[in-house]
């Protein structure tokens, strides 16, 4: 099985920068996504990493280390509207199974 | 461009009431779907999945049930509902590209119970 661990909560100040970090532990490992999910909204897609290393995407990037079942999404220049709740999530690769989702953190963007 | 649909959007339901939720998705075919449940500032649970018309693997033990009865429709059932099944329900789909080691999933804009 896997599993999937993010901090329930971070707050950082509009402009700055702020790091959210995902370990799992899983049977296999296909790769780990991060979405995001606005209150009352529905979960989007943000980012993937199948490799080591950094993936940017604006503002935006996401690292992973699979020697240490670890990854991180990086929110840069952040904004009030980026104020949501961040999920990560890994999927095994044997068979056609669906992601499992880490239980989210909740991001709090101040003035 | 593949849509996915979702309805009704809110719902009120006695408790002991049945329970009918719709998801269709557009603009693709042969899609794996799936239900999920997010109750108030919480993770998302994964209810049921399918991989195709007919097949349903339930994830969590509960008076919930799934059914797709046509390729692109999946739809999420109760005969009673607890107060306990309040919450926000989410349909998804995904393909597998062919060549590529990942896939992403799409939600729908979910449906808000409320059971009382």
């Known amino acids: 099985g896997q599993s999937l661990e993010q901090p329930s909560e971070v707050t950082a100040v509009e402009g700055a920068i702020v790091q959210i970090n995902c370990t799992y532990q899983t049977s296999g490992f296909y790769g780990l996504s991060w979405y995001q999910q606005h209150d009352g909204g529905a979960p989007t897609f943000l980012s993937y990493?199948?490799?080591?290393g950094l993936e940017e995407t604006g503002r935006f990037s996401s690292f992973l280390s699979r020697s240490d079942s670890y990854g991180y999404l990086l929110l840069q220049e952040l904004q009030m509207k980026d104020s949501a709740s961040y999920f990560c999530a890994v999927r095994d690769p044997s068979g056609n199974t669906p992601l499992v989702f880490g239980k989210g953190t909740r991001l709090s963007v101040i003035a | 461009s593949q849509t996915i649909h979702q309805w009704p959007a809110t719902l009120v339901q006695p408790v002991g009431s049945p329970l009918s939720l719709e998801c269709t998705v557009e603009g693709t075919s042969n899609p794996n779907l799936y239900w999920y449940r997010q109750a108030a500032g919480r993770g998302l649970q994964l209810l049921f999945y399918s991989v195709g018309i007919g097949q349903i693997s339930s994830e969590v033990p509960q008076n919930l049930s799934a059914s797709r009865p046509q390729d692109r429709q999946f739809i999420l059932s109760s005969k009673k509902l607890l107060l306990s099944d309040s919450g926000f329900y989410l349909c998804?789909?995904?393909?597998?590209?062919?060549?590529?080691?990942?896939?992403?999933?799409?939600f729908g804009p979910g449906t808000r119970l409320t059971v009382t």
């Open positions: 990493n199948a490799l080591d």
């Open positions: 998804a789909w995904s393909d597998i590209p062919s060549g590529r080691p990942y896939y992403e999933q799409y």
